[in-house]
């Protein structure tokens, strides 16, 4: 899963933030042609793919379901551009980055200002144990889990199997969740949660508009497939660029930014196709590490200096493999499945009976 220029957590602790924060200023500021265009590029395929979709209703369900595959890979491509605009990146405007992240948060049914609250606090604390639950995947540590009650543990097994966490509760979250501000505590701003509800009445004006001329059926027939696909290739992206075996997790005052970013983010090497979709978020150690570089100048970043190359590299058939895992092991500093966890309890229980009948 390493790169021959893989190097320990000590020494990567070791680079002084003036370097790599040198290093990736060159790469910061947004061209919006290069914003346009992409913004372009994401759309327009979506709305002519949905109107493909709308037509082939009255031909086949099933090549309805075969075009939402690429309408669902548009709607990725309508999420990274609404997530470089919440890490202000997208744009040099303030005004752009908020306009076309809330344009794009309803396509993608994401309520713009609050998920870019939600997600600011995902970056502002990767990797950190005591600040686990918002804007990321949950992750128990061994010790956590052992203690926990029968039913802890069995709501913590149902909310870390892949059939739920990749399959129902992505649709769970974009379908249901997002359309209320379930996370948000006092300190957040009115405007943070009145963009659920903005959110909500222009995704239900598109809806009724929509339907209008083709129907409630047939506009939920093309845009659930779409959404459930999207949903879930987000999901399990957000989750393989985490959640991986020789992932970073640390407590206070030990928990190192640099580290959590090169360390606790991986390099997802995807095909070219693939990597188009999802807007170059492979390169995740490297928005970790600075959130302000557009998704289209990740690669270059990377290329260019052989630091970023460090980061662990995980491939398709690579990704599959972290499925099964599901705790942080603090003793050995790894991510490990449950029935690793069952294998060291075995373990440990016949070295303590042979030291008992010793």
């Not at 990767?126 to 995947?137: F, K, P």
């Not at 009115?190 to 083709?214: D, G, K, Q």
Request: net charge positive; aromatic share 16%; charged share 15%.
């Amino acid at each position: 899963m390493k790169l021959d220029l893989q190097v320990s957590h000590e020494t990567e602790s070791e680079i002084p933030k003036s370097m790599w924060t040198k290093m990736v200023a060159q790469y910061q500021q947004p061209d919006v042609r290069a914003s346009i265009w992409q913004v372009i590029t994401s759309f327009v395929p979506f709305f002519v793919v949905w109107y493909l979709m709308a037509l082939s209703l009255q031909y086949s369900y099933i090549l309805t379901l075969l075009l939402a595959f690429p309408a669902a890979g548009f709607v990725t491509r309508m999420f990274i551009i609404q997530h470089d605009c919440g890490h202000a990146s997208f744009f040099q405007s303030r005004f752009a980055n908020n306009l076309v992240g809330t344009v794009a948060g309803v396509f993608t049914l994401t309520p713009y200002l609050y998920w870019r609250k939600s997600h600011a606090i995902h970056h502002a604390h990767a990797s950190n144990l005591e600040e686990r639950g918002i804007g990321d995947i949950y992750t128990m540590t061994v010790s956590e889990y052992i203690q926990a009650s029968k039913w802890g543990k069995l709501k913590y097994r149902v909310y870390r199997n892949p059939f739920f966490l990749f399959g129902l509760a992505p649709s769970i979250l974009f379908l249901i969740l997002h359309r209320i501000p379930y996370s948000a505590s006092k300190s957040w701003k009115p405007e943070e949660r009145a963009s659920v509800h903005w959110n909500n009445l222009a995704i239900a004006a598109i809806a009724v508009a929509v339907s209008y001329f083709i129907g409630f059926k047939a506009f939920f027939m093309i845009e659930i497939p779409i959404m459930v696909i999207a949903a879930s290739a987000g999901t399990w992206m957000f989750y393989v660029q985490h959640q991986f075996e020789d992932t970073y997790w640390a407590s206070k005052p030990d928990w190192d930014y640099a580290l959590a970013a090169m360390q606790g983010s991986s390099y997802y090497r995807l095909p070219k196709v693939l990597q188009w979709f999802t807007g170059n978020i492979g390169f995740h150690h490297i928005h970790h590490l600075s959130p302000r570089i557009p998704n289209y100048r990740l690669e270059q970043c990377h290329t260019e200096n052989p630091l970023f190359q460090r980061a662990v590299v995980l491939t398709i058939l690579d990704s599959l493999k972290t499925a099964v895992l599901t705790l942080w092991d603090e003793e050995r500093k790894k991510l490990i499945s449950f029935g690793e966890l069952k294998a060291l309890k075995k373990s440990a229980g016949m070295v303590n009976a042979k030291a008992t009948a010793g």
